[in-house]
């Protein structure tokens, strides 16, 4: 089995090397990422390195983000029992002083399931519309599927977008 945010990373891999959409290969059986993960992306040259965080670390993650110029917060769009902690846990990193000028990408991951609500229905529900306008940071919203790869090349257009030259 593999870690879902750990499956996300190697997709977004995989979408570098092939920027004309080949096949992504059959997805895998996925569980919530549990620990951290390091994962080394190569942009235009450039290296980014991305540590990912289990949503179980909620409580450490501060620790990790001194020297952070991007933040990816990924949300399950298929786990309604999860938003509220979810909208929590994002307006507690966006409340981190170390992370005030980071830019930040909140991925609604899952669209391909038919039980994922809708981009709109997620933004209502975070109240996104409130967070942005508050937030000292640039906030872009995104939904993808990581299994089908749909909407993986925005995320790294975005983080292309987002990396000091």
């Known amino acids: 089995m593999r870690i879902d945010r750990d499956f996300y990373f190697d ?13 992504l290969g059959e997805p895998p059986v996925t569980l ?9 992306l190569t942009l235009r040259k450039r290296r980014v390195t991305v540590r990912e965080l289990g949503g179980c670390m909620g409580p450490i993650w501060p620790s990790y983000f001194k020297d952070c110029t991007s933040v990816i917060f990924m949300v399950d769009s298929a786990n309604i029992t999860q938003v509220s902690s979810s909208c929590i846990q994002l307006l507690s ?23 994922t609500m809708s981009l709109g229905e997620m933004k209502s529900l975070f109240r996104m519309d409130d967070i942005i306008a508050s937030a000292p940071q640039s906030i872009t919203t995104l939904e993808l599927s990581a299994r089908s790869g749909e909407g993986l090349q925005e995320v790294l257009n975005w983080l292309d977008s987002t990396q000091p030259d």
């Open 93 to 115: 990193v966006l409340a981190a002083e170390p992370l005030q000028t980071a830019s930040v990408l909140v991925l609604f991951n899952k669209r391909d399931l038919p039980c």
């Open 11 to 23: 997709r977004l891999e995989i979408q570098l090397c092939q920027r004309d959409g080949a096949d």
């Open 32 to 40: 919530p990422t549990v620990g951290t993960n390091l994962t080394d």
